[in-house]
């Protein structure tokens, strides 16, 4: 049957703090809220206690965030899709960002080891006047092992409705997506980073967004395999390919640091469970 877990989890404003209320279904829960900028912005903790997810198993996440309420949410480890012996492996997540309200999206990264099946849903429905910031990264198989993605598939769905839409599946047996110069082209590691806006952003400031993260990714290792692009006015969206995991979370970080004080005027805080 598998594990059918999931989490409801709203931030609200009260006062000049921004406070969480959680309820959870099975093992996936806050595992700690904590205040390091001050009471304004929250950093939120999610866990699943298993600490892989397997065929057969269901983990929905339902977030919202109130009007004027900032929530940064990460995890702190790696989400590890494991080899299935039949079924799918599910894991979704469903935001709502209200009027005046933030989100910072920042998981570890997905590892989908050889032999899964597995999908994961990404849905974020952003009022007019709220925006985000948001990242997903892959990694296939576990390079560093020597362990490769061999057998099985992945099927990504991120989706910000009625601006960006895009779902694709990786198979294990599509060698030409996974080795071709106009797929992936040998990488392993695959990721994306976002910053949206539940209206269009002024074109200044997303030139400014713009600019900011290509003059990081001209400076880095993986200049040859990292675009940045605005395609819709509400959004814009730096994606990249690498062998390892930790030169691609490497450069996300600088991006997510470097558009956090241009929109928002915030200093960078990494959480503490990223040097943990």
């Known amino acids: 049957m598998g594990w059918h877990a999931g989490l409801q ?35 939120e903790v999610l866990v ?6 397997v065929g057969g198993d269901r983990l929905k996440v339902e977030l919202a965030i109130e009007p004027q309420a ?5 995890t702190p480890g790696a989400t590890r899709f494991y080899r299935s012996a039949g079924d799918d492996a599910l894991q979704s997540l469903q935001a709502r960002v209200d009027e005046g309200a933030r989100l ?33 990264m892959l990694a296939l198989g ?55 806006g539940g209206a269009p952003l002024d074109a200044a400031r997303r030139e400014g967004l713009v600019e900011s993260a290509r003059s990081i990714v001209s400076a880095g290792t993986l200049a040859a395999s990292c675009g940045v692009t605005a395609a819709h006015p509400q959004t814009v969206v730096a994606r990249l390919l690498a062998p390892r995991v930790e030169p691609a979370m490497q450069l996300l970080v600088k991006v997510w640091s470097a558009w956090r004080q241009a929109a928002w005027g915030l200093a960078p805080c990494p959480p503490r469970v990223w040097s943990t």
């Open 48 to 53: 699943h206690p298993p600490g892989g997810i």
């Open 70 to 74: 900032h929530a940064l949410i990460t």
């Open 142 to 196: 576990l390079p560093a092992a020597d362990a490769g993605f061999e057998q099985g598939w992945f099927r990504q769905h991120l989706e910000l409705p009625s601006v960006w839409l895009e779902r694709g599946t990786i198979a294990a047996a599509d060698t030409r997506l996974l080795n071709s110069p106009l797929g992936l082209a040998g990488h392993r590691v695959v990721a994306t980073l976002w910053f949206a």
């Open 104 to 136: 910072e999206w920042l998981p570890l990264e997905t590892i989908a080891h050889s032999g899964c099946q597995a999908e994961n849903r990404l849905r974020f429905e952003l009022a007019r006047g709220a925006e985000m910031i948001g990242w997903d």
């Open 9 to 43: 989890l709203s931030v609200h404003r009260d006062g000049m703090r921004s406070v969480t209320r959680a309820r959870h279904e099975g093992p996936l829960r806050v595992l700690k809220t904590l205040h390091p900028e001050g009471d304004g912005i929250c950093h």
